[in-house]
Structures are given as C-alpha cells and as structure tokens.
C-alpha cells in the first residue's frame, strides 16, 4: 500500500476493460496495477504490495483460477475477485473452489466496484456524489448510449471518450479481421474477442453492437444459427459503432 491507498491489481487483455476498471478503482480511492497478462500480473508483483486482486477468468496465457494458484504461490494473500462477461452460476461455483472469494460481472458500474472495494479492504473513502448519474444520450441512441456509458464510468466524461477511442480502435481491427482484410480470425479465437467486446460495450455505452456481439458468440459457440448472417450482421454492427463513436469523439 502507497501514501494509504490500497493497491489493487488488475488483470485484464481487453484494453477497454482495463481502462475502465484503472479509472474507477481511482475514483474509489484506489491505486490499480493494470496487468494484460498472466505474464505480466506474477511481473508486477516486483514493484507493487497488492491488496487486492481483480483477476479476468479468462486470459491469452491462461485462466484467471491458474494464475491465482501461481499468485498464492508467490506468496501474494490478498483477497481475488474474478471478472468475466458472462459468470453463470456453475462458473461461479467453480472460481469460489479455486479460491476467488467473490465474482463481477461485466460491465460493472462504478459502484459495484466500489462495493466490492469496500467488502474486502474495509476501505472508507466516501463514495464520489457523481457516480452512477445519468447523462444525456447520444443523438443516434440505438448504437450509443452516453447515459449508460457516464453511469458505468461514474459521470467522468474524460473517461468515457478515452474508453471509446480504445473502442474505435479495437474495431477497427474486427472489421479488418472480418472482411478479409486483415489477418484471419479461427472461430475459437473469435469467440473469446466477442466475449471481451461484450464488456467493452457496456463500459463504453454501446447496446447494439453487445447485442450483435452476443449473438454471433453463441452461434460460434453453439454451432447453430445463420453464421453467416451474424457475421454480416456483426460487422455491420461494427461499422456503425465505430463511425459513431468516431464522430462522436
């Protein structure tokens, strides 16, 4: 712990994700460690005393339960709360087995996290007055909604446009991806991107684009359904999210 604040370390591949979850562990009076790997939360631990551990269940280099073994391993005790897009209650069951004390769903709004901060650090920062507010919605309210977007982030309009610049950019390579111009996506790996963009929609605000997303997830995963129409859908979906969000910025 640095000058009293906790630390917390966050372990996250999906960039938005990751953003958001640093920006609002500081609004809870917390100082986050942000980790995009396994790899690079066992390297954090040289330069951090972690209080606190928000572990993604799944990660490129591994599972979020792996890493906690690897982490108690190492010596770290701090209490494990694990983050996914979709926990249902059997995977929930299995990450309190492995030793995760508690789950988050993404997208999780700022006071959710604040919550969980408070249930395992006792800490007493007062809760920020704006989080959590409503603000106005975007002109084209079916592919962005500023109001869930600024309510998810805790009113910090900053925030919110940095996510969405990470957004735009991480479209972009979908689109790329997805329509042969860029380099090719198997559909396991596919799935897992879709499952990351779920969350990142709901940080950024972006309802339609979750939905197409969800969808075309459990076609890949299922083997069942028009894939190829979800697809199309999909990068439909994509293009439209990004040229907003790009004219929004």
Known sequence: MISGKPCVLVVDDDPVSLGFLTAALGQCGCRAVPAASAH??????????????????RLPDGDGDELLRRLRARGVVAPAVATSADITPA???RLIEAGFVATLGKPASVAAIHAVVERHLS????????CGEEGARDHDGTVLDEGAALAAIGGDRA????????L????DGLIAALSGDGPAIDSAALADNLHRLRASCGFCGAP?????????ETCLRGGAGD???????????????????RRSS
Do not use: K, N, Y
């Open 40 to 57: 690079a939360a066992l390297a954090a631990l040289a330069d951090a005393t972690i209080d606190l551990l928000l572990i993604d269940r």
């Open 91 to 93: 995977d929930r069951e």
């Open 123 to 130: 800490l007493a920062a007062p809760f920020p007055s704006h």
């Open 159 to 166: 925030a919110m446009h940095a996510l969405r610049r990470l």
């Open 168 to 171: 735009a950019g991480e479209l």
């Open 208 to 216: 339609a684009l979750g939905a197409a997303a969800a969808q075309f």
């Open 227 to 245: 894939a190829a129409g979800m697809r199309s859908a999909f990068v439909q979906a994509c293009i439209a999210t990004r040229d907003t969000l």
